[in-house]
């Protein structure tokens, strides 16, 4: 089977893209140490996962309170009611969540596959080429960035790429699919049961393909646009009558999406996003630029823009995924993510001609796909090397992690410890995670955690010798 894989003409190819996977996200994946974000949410999983909570009432710590809720309703639950199953089955070790993130990139990395099979399966050479288009979405850096991290919108994007595959492939088909639109509508439910309104661009798919490639009537997609949107809606209808299900959505939509879309801003125009778009877009834009400069002085017959349609549709459903942000002032990077596959996927289409070209080119000269085939062997070797040595590193907050786990050797698991407000972070997650050990701050408990240059003194605690480097851990007498 290996020796028919790398006899291939795409070998290479694969092996630079799943090189280029590796040293992007695997290489922060298998080291310690996550964003604050991220932490939050791979906590409340694993307390999900030991009782720590419900399905509908997820907690994170006994500190917690949002609203006078002691529960973590910041976004729906599915995400971590999935992760948790993961715990249950795998364990308690810090690669668990890693395995899932890992698990969701190889999910969304095969949906864009299979989605470029779809567009091009009466073109076998150019369906051959789906490396190219998860090569142009992995090497976008929010893209990579949060695949690093155990961010929502990985699996919230899982799930609309699936929603998109299920509607492209009814729109492409000639008869009557009304299984698959059922399907998006099961796909839609399930990405906004994740994170929330982001996940319903998916919703847009039928137009949008009538819009671009009208292959289908303006009856058939506004039919098809129903048929999909019944599925959450029903569903929904459904959990709103449940009086668990009812109480938890309610507060997500109340306190929490209401309110963050008034409040909480984190730019101060709405059109950042736009610009963060384009900023992140760079790499692929230039290109796709330079190739058709380059083809057109050249003057290559290469049919860049035959496939034009399948590309705008893409590239706007990218757009309907992205542009709704405009309308809250708070934006981040990464709430982008869901949307790079449909600009990888329409960038990588304008291309993809020239890549067949020279990629034709080199093949027919065996001497030159020996030698690429070779030094993509030894990069793909060399980007596993470099992913087994950083086992064991800390990818951030390593000095945090160090004290982190010298206190938890010290302290019994359970345990409480005072903080002051300085010392809110990162640092409680990771305590919450790998101990279940709560920070409460100017609360007394048994045990007080202050910063060496603090100058901390009280005579009712004595300081305990642990070798630490950027806290002291004292304990009551």
């Known amino acids: 089977m290996l020796k028919r894989f790398l ?8 092996l630079l893209t799943f090189s280029i996977v590796i040293l992007l996200t695997l290489t922060r994946l298998i080291q310690d140490g996550m964003f604050l974000d991220s932490m939050l949410y791979t906590c409340v999983s694993h307390n999900l996962s030991k009782g720590i909570g419900t ?27 999935i992760e948790s199953l993961f715990y249950k089955i795998l364990g308690d070790s810090m690669y668990v969540e890693r395995f899932y993130i890992f698990l969701t990139i190889c999910i969304s990395a095969f949906l864009i596959h299979r989605l470029w099979k779809i567009i091009f399966i009466n073109d076998d050479e150019l369906k051959r080429m789906s ?12 893209c990579s960035w949060s695949y690093s991290y155990n961010m929502m ?26 299984g698959l639109l059922l399907l998006s509508g099961f796909f839609v439910f399930l990405a906004t049961f994740s994170k929330g309104v982001p996940g319903l661009f998916p919703l847009s798919v039928p137009f949008l393909y009538w819009l671009t490639i009208r292959k289908k009537t303006f009856l058939n997609t506004l039919i ?12 929904y209808l459904i959990l709103f009558n449940l009086a668990q299900s009812k109480e938890s959505l309610t507060f997500y939509i109340t306190h929490r999406l209401l309110v963050r879309i008034q409040d909480n801003p984190t730019v101060s125009s709405r059109f950042n996003i736009l610009f963060r778009l384009v900023s992140e877009l760079i790499p692929q834009m230039t290109l796709v630029g330079f190739v ?18 399948y590309s705008v549709f893409f590239i706007v459903t990218g757009l309907s995924a992205s542009a709704p942000l405009v309308l809250t002032l708070v934006q981040r990077g990464f709430y982008l993510v869901p949307s790079f596959p449909y600009f990888a996927i329409g960038f990588s289409i304008i291309i993809s001609p020239v890549i067949f ?39 951030r907050d390593k000095d945090m992690l160090h004290d982190v786990y010298a206190i938890g050797k010290e302290v019994p698991e359970n345990s409480s410890i005072t903080i002051t407000p300085d010392l809110v972070s990162v640092v409680e997650c990771y ?14 408990k048994e045990y007080y955690l202050t910063m060496k240059t603090s100058g901390f003194h009280n005579e009712a605690y004595e300081k305990l010798k642990i070798d630490t480097k950027l806290y002291d851990l004292y304990r009551r007498k």
């Open 224 to 235: 098809s646009s129903i048929v999909i949107l019944i599925v959450p809606v029903v569903i």
């Open 357 to 395: 070209f020279a990629r034709e080119n080199l093949n027919n000269n065996p001497k030159k796909r020996k030698v690429l085939l070779g030094l993509s062997i030894v990069v793909f070797l060399l980007a596993l090397v470099f992913l087994a040595s950083q086992k064991g590193k800390a990818e």
């Open 431 to 444: 305590f919450i995670r790998y101990f279940n050990i709560s920070l409460w701050v100017n609360d007394p």
């Open 131 to 142: 490396w190219l288009p998860i090569l142009f979405w992995i090497t976008i850096p929010s």
């Open 7 to 14: 006899s291939g003409k795409e070998a290479p190819y694969w």
């Open 153 to 178: 919108e990985n699996t919230m994007g899982l799930f609309c790429l699936s929603a998109v595959l299920s509607s492209f492939k009814a729109a492409e088909s000639n008869k009557n699919r009304p």
């Open 292 to 309: 058709i400069l380059i083809t057109k002085i050249k003057k290559y017959n290469l049919h860049l823009f035959r496939n034009l349609n």
């Open 55 to 81: 399905f509908w009432f997820p907690v994170f710590s006994p500190t917690y309170h949002n609203s006078g809720s002691p529960f973590f309703l910041e976004h729906p639950p599915l995400v971590f009611g």
